[in-house]
C-alpha cells in the first residue's frame, strides 16, 4: 500500500461555525480565491521562471474544520498540471520531451516552500504589530550580521524576524489577505501552517485581528440588513 503524502502546509478555517467542516458556497469561493491570490503573489516573487506557465494551484478540501490541504509531493502535482497543459501546446508525442525541457529547471516544491514561508511570515508581521499598511518601522534591532530583526510593537513586545521575510513585508500590498480574512468570524478564525522537518510555522487571524487585512469599508458590512 503507497505511503500517503505528507501534509507540507494548509490553511484553514476552525470554530464553531465550520466544525462539522462546512463553508456556505459564497464563503467556500472567497476562501479558495484568496488562498489562489495571495500564494500565487508570493510565487511570482520568486523570480523564477514558471511564471511563463499558466500554472494551478492544487487544493485538497479535507472535513475537520474547513482545510484546504497542500501535500509533501506537490511538485510532482502541479507538474502533471503543467504537463497536460504542455500537451495542448506541443501536441501530441512531442509533450514528453520539449514540455519536460521547459519544466527542469523549476523546482516547484522549493518555490512553493518558500512563497508558503514567506505568506506566514508577512502575516505574523502584521499581527504584531497590528497593521499591514504601515512599512516604515521605528522600533527595529538588527543582529546575527543583519539576518535578524527585532520588532517592536505599540506594546512593546518584541518580534525576531528574518531579515528576508521584513523585505517580504515591506513589499506586500496591503490587501493582498482580503479574501482570505473576510471568511473570519466571531466563530470562525483562519490558521495558516506551514511545516517540515527542521521549522513549524503558524499564524492564527480571530475576529478581533481582521481588519488588518480586510478593507475598512467591508470590515464593518451588515450581513443581515433589517428589512423595510
Not at 470554530?15 to 489562489?36: C, H, P, S, W, Y
Not at 520568486?46 to 509533501?72: H, N, R, Y
Not at 525576531?160 to 473576510?182: G, H
Not at 492564527?204 to 451588515?222: A, G, L, P, Y
Request: hydrophobic residues 40%.
Amino acid at each position: 500500500m503507497a505511503k500517503k503524502p505528507q501534509t507540507l502546509a494548509k490553511i484553514k478555517y476552525e470554530g464553531k461555525q465550520v466544525e462539522d467542516g462546512f463553508l456556505d458556497a459564497r464563503t467556500a469561493a472567497n476562501a479558495l480565491i484568496g488562498i489562489d491570490e495571495s500564494l500565487r503573489y508570493f510565487i511570482y516573487q520568486e523570480g523564477v521562471d514558471i511564471q511563463k506557465f499558466p500554472f494551478e494551484i492544487p487544493v485538497k478540501i479535507q472535513k475537520g474544520s474547513w482545510e484546504a490541504l497542500f501535500p509533501d509531493n506537490i511538485d510532482e502535482v502541479l507538474i502533471k498540471g503543467l504537463l497536460t497543459w504542455g500537451a495542448a501546446k506541443y501536441g501530441g508525442t512531442a509533450l514528453s520531451e520539449m514540455a519536460k525541457n521547459d519544466f527542469k529547471n523549476i523546482g516547484f516544491k522549493d518555490v512553493f516552500k518558500s512563497a508558503f514561508k514567506k505568506m506566514t511570515w508577512v502575516m505574523r508581521i502584521a499581527i504584531h504589530l497590528g497593521t499591514i499598511s504601515i512599512k516604515k518601522l521605528n522600533s527595529i534591532k538588527f543582529t546575527d550580521n543583519n539576518t535578524k530583526a527585532h520588532i517592536t510593537n505599540a506594546k512593546n513586545e518584541t518580534l525576531e524576524v528574518p531579515v528576508e521575510f521584513l523585505e517580504a513585508f515591506n513589499e506586500c500590498p496591503e490587501y493582498l489577505f482580503d479574501k482570505l480574512s473576510k471568511v473570519v468570524d466571531v466563530e470562525r478564525k483562519l490558521v495558516v501552517l506551514y511545516t517540515d522537518d527542521k521549522e513549524k510555522l503558524e499564524v492564527k487571524v480571530d475576529h478581533t485581528q481582521r481588519t488588518i487585512f480586510v478593507k475598512q469599508d467591508e470590515s464593518d458590512e451588515v450581513l443581515f440588513p433589517a428589512l423595510n
